[in-house]
């Protein structure tokens, strides 16, 4: 059977790979190609599932099994990484203001000419400054997060900030629900750690909490990693009732909760983090890569004492301390009101690229919050996302498939768009050229 098996994946892959099964290509159900191959259920499901891991075929929930566009360019609208200059970039957010290089020139030379520069050379405390983490507590304090200077680390942004938590405080083998949906670097950081994801089904308005708690009495679950304020992708920011519901599932299945914050800088006046609801088991991730810009990578992790210990070890076992020269102009724009200054222009701006996404693509039933940088786009059935990637990506505008946020089964019929990384009047061209080749596509 094991050859049997073999000779059906390699026939299916070598027709993908030659064209006779065109990109787009609905194949038989897993019950017709058993009865078509003489083979059992199961071993059709082996057959697809083997074909999915190569990259050949896609499984889409009540759709059926595609052949997938294999030509798109290494890593466009799977992988996500930085891309040509020369490219309209829909797939990563980096939003930028006008002025923060001047602002940042400006930092460089009073930092220059005040304090003990030569201090700044030398290897620093693995969770940062003493100093330092008591102004990144105040700022924290409008966030929602009373907590103390000893509970707060300084890493080399949030995804450092999610990676030493994973190090510090999860083992290979261990179980971490997630959204259905969610943010690609965590899926990237388990697959790199070996840890096993569980999905929890998406609502209009959060994780199914139902579905959760059924994960746990089932499943022995160790953490779940979570986005309450302002959801990537889905935009979603939950509820009184549901934190407290997330906080009480949380106790008693005892979960860790690691919480990222990265985008909810951009809700006005948001609910309290997860860290208020349940401040004994939550790590609260978050940085100023969104809300101030990418490069500067510096992040806060925030912790219950008891796990600072483990997550200082990580620290030091991958970076040592975060380049305190970074830190410094962060804290000193935190002192100086820069930051607070910086994230109401961005909410403001994410709103007015919303809106301009949401007229253009009026069509169709964009799923976003109003003052997010990124858009979920669900397709028409008539449209292949991996065709739609590739026309795209002939126009010099890269967008990203559903796939690289999936962690269920089945991957959704849609694409992200980041909205923050162009001019106001190259993403009016972009999104105009997405409109159309969606209409293109439908009409085919």
Known sequence: MKARYKAIVDAFASAIRSGTLAPGTRLPTHRALAAEKHISLATATRVYAELEAMGLVSGETGRGTFVREISLPAGLGIDQYAVASDILDLNFN????????????????????????????????????????????SWLSSAGIQRSADDILIVNGAQHGLAVTVMGLLNPGDVVAVDALIYPGFIALARLYHLELVAIPVEATGPDLNALRGLCQRRRIRAIYTMPTL???LGWVLNDAQRRELALIARTYNLLIIEDAAYAFLVQRPLPPLAAYAPERTVYVTGFAK???????????????????????AIRATTWNTPSLMVSIVCGWIKDGTIKRFESLKRRDARQRQGLARKILSSYACVSHPNAYFLWLPLPQEVRA????????????????????????HVPHAIRLALGSVSMPQLKDALTAVNAAIAWETDR
Request: glycine share 6%; proline share 6%.
């Open 94 to 137: 980096y939003p930028s203001l006008p002025d923060q290089a001047e602002r940042l020139r400006e930092a460089l030379r009073q930092l220059a000419t005040s304090g003990d520069l030569a201090s700044l050379l030398r290897y620093q405390p693995h969770a940062g400054r003493q100093n330092d983490r008591e102004t990144i507590a």
């Open 291 to 313: 809300n101030v810009a990418t490069g500067l990578r510096v992040g806060v992790v925030v912790c219950p004492g008891m796990m600072r210990g483990a997550l200082e070890r």
């Open 231 to 233: 959801h990537n992708p």
């Open 386 to 409: 991996d065709r739609l990637v590739q026309q795209l990506a002939q126009q010099q505008i890269s967008v990203s498939t559903a796939e690289p946020f999936c962690t269920s089964t």
